[in-house]
């Protein structure tokens, strides 16, 4: 993994990274994927078969609306806000 | 002896015979924070005024003989769990300023029992690492030994409650955040059943991992609050309710994966507890799991998966703070890349880098199909013997900062404590020992573990163990 491939995945995940921080990931990424290249000793056809298997079951409810207490807390939360809507910076341009 | 030493069972009668009153009970532990917390560094911020209003309810469900065990017991909160207008911040710098708006299920439950709240302890960046290193507001230290860690990440909650802060505090548990920290400071910490707990109003890091757990001094005090925040939850669709025997006879010893990496103390002191429980009466039993060698690998797969998706809604829209870029996009950039900490940003890369196209096959799935091979291999397992018994971490609390660089190595110090989480197991760590390390004994916890719904097994064995 060199410096290319980490400022890619900072880029794929939004963070803005500092070229000390670009470094010191690069580093530390060969040697924890390295580590974690363990599990590719599990054999691809044992996959499919596996999951299948797996014991989950699924929990349904009704979907019955209810209305929210105070949503107008929720909004004051965020850090861009007005009258009852959640600002952000212009998205589309003319 | 002093208020804050006591047990939720032993103050619990104090208050009931009005030795003691709730304010009383309320004072020594604020007047214990005051005096200990600019040391420990165990909560981020206090908020007398929130703790006090409390007391009144406490009391008088107390006075009207309405009073439950938890009536008025001072309870540590991680600051990952909400309390509607308590501010709150996971640890992190990107939720500074951000107050709750509802109160967490668990928060329910405690205050419908007239629980005091204590909020905001300290803990690693949204629950991420084993140290509290890695929280924004510095590290909380080892009461035993103050140039180490307390351990992580509910290094606040392990900390409040073995320095007499709190009589009982809640963690969180997603590879081992309760149990590990808990070994390190010598308290008792639960993770329980995945599901057992809601997770509704807690901060998510890894949502098919992530569970509430109670820390206490002893082990009846844990079934104590144990008791109290369990149960089936409608804002929670992955809550299970589930009831085995708690029968105990055989105990298993995995020592074929004790063999390395484990700090010779540290193993002598496993022997000790393992020749304690044989002299209980439990018959120990050499089993194998094999699929434990993938437990760490298949954790640090798909734990920063579920990270990287988690951390998305910290974007600087919704909640808490924002760093001002140039448009849109770049205030996403710019708040996260900011306001986020080393570890959390590490994460979320390595989440993206394994879901990413090419890589999701070689690892994600992998590790979901090494998921189920454990869960199966443990089933298995538990058929043949009804508990299992493992040493908590390979090494007693390490020294501020000698893991904090080397991230690999941190991570490695979580070997026996993932494999309960991948599993969703439950377990519990239980003061087992002490070494010796320059002149100071540091804690060394027995970690048993329980097929799942068998808490009522790891209560019975735990209060056997204990030495009180």
Redesign the interface.
């Given at each position: 993994m060199n410096s290319k491939d980490i400022k890619h995945l900072a880029t794929l995940s939004r963070l803005h990274l500092e070229d000390s921080e670009v470094e010191e990931y690069t580093k530390q990424f060969d040697e924890i994927v390295a580590y974690v290249d363990k599990i590719k000793e599990i054999a691809s056809s044992a996959t499919d078969q596996i999951i299948e298997s797996n014991e989950v079951k699924n929990v349904l409810r009704e979907d019955i609306v209810s209305s929210y207490e105070n949503p107008e807390k929720i909004i004051n939360e965020a850090p861009g806000h007005q009258d009852n809507f959640v600002k952000v910076k212009k998205i589309l341009n003319q | 002896m002093t208020i804050t030493e006591h047990t939720i069972e032993s103050l619990h009668a104090k208050l009931i015979s009005k030795e003691l009153s709730v304010q009383e009970v309320v004072d020594a532990c604020i007047s214990q924070i005051t005096a200990k917390n600019p040391e420990l560094n165990v909560f981020i911020q206090l908020h007398t005024d929130f703790i006090n209003s409390q007391v009144s309810v406490a009391q008088e469900k107390i006075n009207s003989g309405t009073a439950t065990m938890l009536t008025g017991i001072p309870i540590a909160l991680k600051d990952n769990i909400l309390i509607q207008g308590e501010k709150i911040t996971a640890a992190s710098k990107i939720l500074e300023g951000?107050?709750a708006?509802y109160d967490a299920t668990v928060i329910k439950k405690l205050k419908a029992h007239g629980a005091i709240l204590i909020p905001r302890a300290n803990m690693d960046e949204f629950a991420m690492g084993a140290s509290t290193e890695f929280s924004a507001y510095g590290v909380t230290k080892n009461p035993h030994d103050t140039t180490r860690v307390s351990g992580g990440s509910s290094g606040g909650s392990i900390v409040s409650v073995a320095s007499g802060m709190s009589i009982a505090a809640l963690g969180s548990d997603t590879g081992g955040s309760v149990r590990q920290p808990a070994s390190f400071c010598g308290v008792v910490g639960l993770k329980p059943t995945y599901g057992s707990v809601s997770r509704n109003g807690l901060i998510a890091m890894a949502s098919s991992f992530d569970v509430i757990g109670p820390v206490t001094k002893t082990v009846s005090d844990s079934k104590i609050l144990f008791d109290a925040i369990k149960g089936i939850d409608?804002l929670d669709?992955?809550t299970?309710e589930g009831e085995i025997s708690s029968d105990v006879k055989k105990i298993g010893v995995p020592y074929h994966f004790l063999k390395s990496g484990i700090d010779e103390d540290v193993l002598k002191v496993f022997e000790e507890n393992i020749e304690r429980l044989k002299s209980l009466g439990y018959e120990i039993v050499d089993i194998s799991l094999p699929s434990f060698?993938?437990a760490?690998?298949?954790y640090?797969?798909l734990v920063p998966a579920e990270v990287?998706s988690n951390m998305?809604r910290f974007?600087?829209?919704?909640?808490?703070?924002?760093v001002e870029g140039k448009?849109?996009?770049d205030?996403?950039?710019?708040t996260?890349?900011?306001l986020?900490g080393?570890e959390v940003?590490?994460r979320?890369?390595?989440g993206?880098?394994?879901l990413?196209a090419g890589y999701a096959?070689?690892?994600y799935?992998?590790?979901?199909?090494?998921r189920?091979?454990i869960?199966?291999e443990l089933k298995k397992v538990f058929e043949s013997v009804d508990m299992i018994a493992m040493p908590v971490s390979p090494c007693p609390a390490f020294k501020i900062g000698e893991m904090a660089s080397d991230?690999?190595k941190m991570?490695l110090a979580d070997i026996f404590t993932v494999s309960a989480n991948v599993a969703g197991v439950p377990a519990i760590s239980i003061p087992g020992g002490s070494v010796n390390r320059e002149q100071k004994n540091l804690p060394i916890g027995l970690q048993l573990l329980a097929p799942w719904h068998g808490e009522e097994r790891l209560f019975k064995v735990g209060q056997k163990f204990e030495i009180l």
């Open positions: - | 951000y107050t708006t409608s669709q992955t299970v060698e993938y760490l690998s298949i640090y797969i990287s998305s974007d600087g829209v919704k909640f808490g703070a924002k448009d849109m996009i205030d996403y950039f710019k996260r890349g900011t986020l080393t940003k590490r979320i890369m390595l993206t880098y394994v990413s096959d070689e690892y799935r992998k590790a979901w199909t090494a189920t091979m869960k199966q991230p690999l991570y």
